[in-house]
């Protein structure tokens, strides 16, 4: 097994302690060790940057092209061709981009980044396609929200077709622009639907997401979706109340700057339960995912509020004091915390 220095030193303290504890025979300890190689330079993280990088550096040379006069008239042949034709030539890259992502995948399984980063062309080829499509068939109804959820539809088949994260990602973040954007068309592009505005919208839909997201743990073909579709609902969620705890359900910036803060006292505690609830589950099911979002979210509701309700009140002076001092008291809680547990662990292997 290739870890790199932290990792390897912190499963060599694992084995260590199994081994003192009694778990672990000296011979098994020693020949679970002999399978730890120790990697000098974490290669997998440089592959990561070094593709995403690369997806850059073709955008800056596709806007570099453009000061090439041929290539400046063949572009201008492309870009001049009815919207119909740069749909199917979009839809035919985008299609070449799948099948290149799904051979290099059969054929090199092990270069996941460079893999992903082919599917996602795919994905930009796709969006593009979709754009142009709404372009050629536009009859001025001004309901594009239907081909938010047609790309829905496309990235979901092909991230379940292809075994693709990266591409489900994408048709999840979809089906939330299409929910804000038909919930908007259906409202007449008003402040409220059935008298909710953007902000309480989404809590429904980051709620529903996150709970439908538990369905999928109950099909071993559905599972592997688990983990991205029950982050995102929960960002969508998180994000959607912290929103809600600052403007509260009013949707016209007027009203809402005459409107006392403590009157939107009631969204903070939705928040903050919200958060508890998570942190909750967290810890008793061993979720990460929830823990981490409850805990963090929990942060940021305490010092909105703080912000809120001292910015003004406050000299200036006092408020970054107070500031200052909670985080140092908070960085302290945090490094106790990590001290006991160092202690506690040394405490077991010598006892």
Not at 135 to 147: E, T, V
Not at 250 to 278: C, E, I, M, P, R
């Amino acid at each position: 097994m290739k870890l790199t220095k932290g990792k390897a030193r912190l499963i060599q303290k694992a084995v260590e302690t199994w081994r003192d504890d009694g778990v672990l025979s000296g011979a098994e300890s020693k020949r679970l060790m002999d399978h730890l190689e120790i990697i000098a330079f974490d290669w997998k993280r440089l592959a990561r940057y070094c593709f995403w990088a690369a997806i850059a550096c073709i955008f800056i040379s596709v806007s570099s092209v453009l000061m090439d006069q041929q290539l400046m008239e063949l572009l201008e042949f492309l870009f001049n061709m009815p919207p119909a034709a740069k749909c199917v030539f979009l839809a035919m890259a985008a299609a070449g981009a799948y099948y290149l992502g799904a051979k290099r995948r059969v054929q090199n399984p092990q270069n996941l980044f460079s893999n992903e980063a082919v599917f996602f062309l795919g994905v930009l080829a796709t969006a593009g396609s979709i754009a142009y499509l709404g372009k050629a068939i536009d009859n001025g109804s001004g309901h594009f929200s239907l081909l938010i959820l047609l790309a829905c539809l496309v990235y979901g088949i092909l991230g379940i077709f292809l075994d693709s994260r990266l591409i489900w990602v994408f048709a999840v973040l979809s089906l939330g622009g299409w929910f804000g954007t038909e919930t908007g068309y259906e409202s007449g592009w008003g402040a409220y639907y059935l008298g909710m505005n953007y902000p309480l919208r989404f809590v429904f839909f980051g709620l529903g997401l996150t709970l439908a997201s538990y369905l999928f743990l109950k099909s071993p073909h559905w599972k592997p979706f688990f983990s991205s579709t029950h982050k995102l609902g929960m960002l969508y969620l998180f994000i959607a109340l912290w929103i809600l705890s600052i403007f509260g359900n009013y949707g016209d910036w007027n009203v809402w700057h005459h409107v006392k803060q403590y009157t939107l006292f009631g969204w903070s505690v939705l928040f903050g339960l919200a958060a508890a609830a998570a942190l909750y589950h967290g810890l008793k099911y061993d979720n990460a995912a929830s823990r981490g979002f409850g805990i963090t979210f929990l942060g940021i509701n305490l010092y909105t509020r703080f912000f809120e309700y001292f910015w003004d009140s406050l000299h200036k002076a006092i408020f970054f004091a107070l500031l200052g001092l909670s985080l140092w008291w908070l960085g302290t809680e945090a490094e106790n915390i990590w001290l006991w547990g160092t202690q506690k662990k040394r405490v077991r292997r010598d006892g």
